[in-house]
């Protein structure tokens, strides 16, 4: 019995130690955001309230930032009217959140001309391997946008899932 109350009490001490820890999960309880907009040739994401610009950064795109995505390995950023449609606190660029790309029409043309559309595109961070490859070229995502570590943190806060986010060129 005492080895078992032994092992509960380290546990409860190790989960008291992690508590303690600082997360990279922020709060946010401003106004909320109910656009993201995204100028890919202005190199810029604003964070919207109706018309006000909550925040706005600088980002970096995929490696072939000119055009819309169509095919999977294209390097492309897509275009167009899309949603934040998941998170993942345990991204390898720090954090991330989802668009919802592709849609039905992206899907529809790739396969259309026998190739996937690709997906997995996301806001995201650097993380090391970012930070390493932003030093080189601004545009190092294979289609993603884009962000500091900090920044990240703040849209991961902020922006909710569906949240339409509009990807113009």
């Known amino acids: ?17 992690a508590a303690c820890a ?6 946010y309880s401003g106004p909320p955001v109910t656009q ?4 890919k040739g202005a190199r810029q994401m604003l964070l919207l309230n ?3 610009v909550l925040k706005a950064y600088r980002i970096g795109l995929g490696t072939e930032p000119i055009g819309h995505k169509q095919f999977e390995g294209d390097g492309k ?24 790309y592709p849609n039905p029409t992206d899907s529809a043309f790739a396969l259309s001309q026998g190739k ?9 961070g650097q993380g090391p391997e970012g930070r390493a490859m932003s030093q080189r070229t601004p545009d190092w995502t294979v289609g993603c946008i884009a962000v500091t570590d900090d920044e990240v943190e703040d849209v991961y ?4 899932d569906g949240t339409p986010i509009l990807i113009t060129p």
């Open 50 to 52: 109706g018309n006000t």
């Open 116 to 124: 996937p559309p690709g997906g997995d595109i996301f806001i995201h």
């Open 157 to 160: 806060a902020m922006v909710r």
């Open 77 to 100: 950023t897509p275009e167009g009217l899309y949603y934040i449609d998941r998170r993942n606190p345990d991204s390898r660029y720090h954090l991330s959140v989802g668009v919802s």
């Open 36 to 39: 993201v907009v995204v100028n």
């Open 1 to 17: 019995m005492s080895g078992w109350l032994g092992r509960i009490v380290a546990i409860a001490l190790l989960l008291g130690l």
């Open 22 to 27: 600082p997360s990279k999960i922020k709060t």
